[in-house]
């Protein structure tokens, strides 16, 4: 007998392949997964991949379990109406629920002059190919640029310093500012042992070919610049006329339903319940995608979705190969002073990293076995009516 409910899941990273695999817990489902290339990219190893220090792109035949139909193309907009998910191909995709998991992506502010034509992202696989590509015509002894004191700057900074680069930090406010006192002195260490110029609390103004300038109107000589300052959100939901909030995220209920159509469900980045998202993360991601699918699973079975339930343990982050982070936090995400530094650090962040690819794969071929740490429904208002 043929399925009746089709799923369509656009985007197909940390929080739409597990959703996909997770809806594979009912019999009754067509999932389809949307997503612009026919690799998953493990983004936590992006600034590994660029150093040339590891790989990020995985085979999709060894995460998507049985009854996933992978379509390798761009949603272009969604059709609440016709319950069409419109591709850039042209072709057009009927649906009973969409789970909306769409992601981030880099945020070259066009504001910053030079900064889009100039800078390199390293948030996807194909700018962070180009970078690589890039830095390969780079002199070693050459001054490149990391803007963006957060972990992506952080990593990638330590990542190119320890393969022998000459490397200027740049933060907007403090040098990792997400972790507490002690951790960030360790960082600090770490980077001025290796030869990381850190500037804190230093904002960019001009982008050009061979220099960053900065408000004051400094000048540094920048052989590259890598521009890892915030992220952004795809549009998909402002053009497909759904509310979202000033980024860009899809305005959804604690469930993660849309406020405008109970049958878009969203995940990950670009979800925002109750107006107020969760951290941009991999951690989230996971979580999130299990949740929107279980929403979507309660709507066919005619029950009352659960509340989002997730509790912050922290983050980790790699400094170079040998060294790394494990910040420990309160539920709500606000760090406390402690952390593992240095070899068990590094230990723990690649352990998480494997985690995060080996818990889809374990979901494709058990749906259902995805765990993750509660901590109780979020006490919030929704900021939006």
């Not at 040339?52 to 609440?80: H, K, N, P």
């Not at 004051?216 to 549009?235: C, I, M």
Request: glycine share 10%; aromatic share 6%; proline share 4%.
């Amino acid at each position: 007998m043929s399925t009746s409910h089709k799923i369509v899941v656009i985007g197909g990273g940390y929080a739409g392949t597990l959703a996909a695999n997770h809806l594979r817990m009912s019999s009754d489902v067509h999932i389809t997964l949307v997503n612009s290339r026919p690799e998953f990219v493990d983004r936590i190893r992006l600034h590994q991949y660029v150093a040339g220090t590891g790989e990020a792109a995985v085979d999709y035949g060894t995460l998507l379990g049985e009854g996933v139909d992978l379509v390798v193309d761009s949603a272009a907009r969604i059709d609440a109406v016709a319950r069409e998910v419109r591709l850039e191909s042209g072709r057009a995709l009927d649906y009973d629920y969409v789970i909306y998991a769409v992601g981030s992506v880099g945020a070259r502010p066009s504001a910053v002059p030079g900064a889009v034509e100039f800078a390199f992202d390293i948030s996807e696989y194909e700018p962070a190919r180009r970078l690589r590509a890039r830095l390969a015509d780079v002199p070693l002894d050459a001054q490149v640029t990391v803007v963006g004191g957060g972990l992506t700057g952080i990593e990638t900074a330590a990542e190119l310093a320890e393969r022998g680069r000459r490397v200027t930090l740049v933060c907007g406010r403090s040098l990792a500012p997400y972790f507490s006192s002690g951790s960030r002195r360790y960082t600090a260490g770490w980077l001025s042992r290796h030869g990381v110029t850190v500037i804190e609390g230093a904002q960019v103004s001009e982008v050009t070919p061979d220099a960053v300038v900065f408000a004051d109107g400094a000048e540094r000589p920048s052989a590259l610049t890598v521009w890892a300052a915030g992220f952004g959100v795809p549009q998909l939901a402002v053009a497909s006329g759904l509310r979202t909030d000033e980024l860009g995220r899809l305005l959804t209920d604690e469930t993660l339903t849309s406020i405008d159509d109970d049958r878009i469900v969203a995940a990950g980045d670009a979800a925002a319940p109750s107006g107020r998202p969760l951290r941009m993360s991999c951690y989230a991601a996971g979580p999130l995608g299990a949740q929107a699918a279980d929403t979507v699973l309660s709507r066919i079975a005619g029950t009352e979705p659960e509340p989002i339930n997730v509790r912050f343990t922290g983050a980790c982050v790699s400094i170079g190969r040998h060294a790394g982070i494990r910040q420990f936090a309160r539920k709500d995400d606000t760090a406390v002073n402690v952390y593992i530094s240095g070899r068990a650090g590094a230990a723990i962040k690649e352990a998480t990293c494997k985690l995060a690819v080996g818990r889809i794969r374990r979901e494709a071929r058990k749906p259902g076995s995805y765990v993750y740490v509660k901590g109780g429904p979020r006490s919030v208002e929704p900021a939006f009516v």
